[in-house]
C-alpha cells in the first residue's frame, strides 16, 4: 500500500494468470498481494491415473498448464504476451487410510467421505507447478498436510451436503468450513496447503522461474 492508501501488488514487473476456478486459491493468491488474471483449464481429470498421490497432484498440474497453454496458444494470446507472465496451476488430493479422494460424484460418497474423517485423520496432498510463459522455464513441487478431526456430527453433515459445498473440494473436505473448522482437532502442515495453495512453496517456485 502506497502514502495515498492504494494498493500496490507485489508483481509491478511481472503478470500472473492463475490457472484454477478456485476461490480459496484465488484468495490465498490475493492475500500473498499478488493481482492475476484467471484462465481455467478443461482437462479430463478422471482420465489421470497414478498410483501415488504426489505423482497424481503433479502430472493434474501439469496437464492443467499444458491445457491452459494450448488454450492461450489457439487465441493467439501466447504470441501476444511481451511482459514477463508466469502462470500457476495446481491440484489438490486427499489420502484416507491410502486411498486418493478426489471431489465426492455423489450425495452418499460425500457423506461417506465426512463420516470417515469424524474422530479420524486424513491426509491431504497439494502441488504448485510455475510456468513462465516467455522463457519455457517451469518449476514445481508438492506439501502434504495432515488433519486430526473431532467428532463431525450428523447434523454437520446434513448441513454440508445441503450446502453443497463439499462437491467442489477434493475429498469433501473443506477445513475453513465454519462448521468444520471448530472440529479440528490438530493440523500438522498448514492451512493453505490444506486449501489447495501453500504459500511458501508459491514464493519459491515464483522466485525460481522469474
Same mark, same amino acid.
Given at each position: ?17 492463475? #490457472? ?98 469424524? #474422530? ?5 496432498? #497439494? ?13 514445481? #513441487? ?69
Amino acid at each position: 500500500m502506497d502514502a495515498a492508501g492504494n494498493f500496490s501488488p507485489k508483481n509491478k514487473d511481472f503478470e500472473i494468470i492463475l #490457472g484454477s476456478s478456485s476461490k480459496a486459491r484465488r484468495e490465498i493468491l490475493a492475500e500473498m498481494g499478488y493481482e492475476f488474471t484467471i484462465v481455467t483449464a478443461d482437462i479430463d481429470e478422471k482420465s489421470i491415473r497414478k498410483e501415488k498421490p504426489e505423482d497424481l497432484v503433479m502430472t493434474l498440474a501439469e496437464a492443467k498448464a499444458d491445457a491452459i497453454m494450448m488454450k492461450l496458444r489457439s487465441n493467439n494470446q501466447l504470441e501476444e504476451i511481451s511482459r514477463p507472465t508466469l502462470l500457476i496451476t495446481a491440484d489438490t488430493v486427499v489420502v484416507y487410510q491410502g486411498v486418493i479422494r478426489e471431489k465426492p460424484t455423489s450425495e452418499k460418497e460425500a457423506r461417506q467421505f465426512i463420516r470417515d474423517y469424524s #474422530g479420524g485423520s486424513a491426509s491431504v496432498v #497439494g502441488s504448485i507447478l510455475v510456468t513462465n510463459l516467455v522463457t519455457g522455464t517451469r518449476k514445481g #513441487g508438492w506439501e502434504s498436510a495432515e488433519v486430526y478431526f473431532l467428532d463431525i456430527p450428523d447434523e454437520v453433515i446434513d448441513s454440508l451436503i445441503e450446502e453443497g459445498i463439499t462437491f467442489n473440494v477434493a475429498g469433501g473436505l473443506m477445513l475453513e468450513h465454519p462448521l468444520i473448522l471448530p472440529l479440528v482437532d490438530t493440523l500438522i502442515g498448514t492451512v493453505d496447503c490444506v486449501m489447495g495453495l501453500s504459500k511458501t512453496l508459491t514464493e519459491k517456485l515464483i522466485n525460481e522461474v522469474l
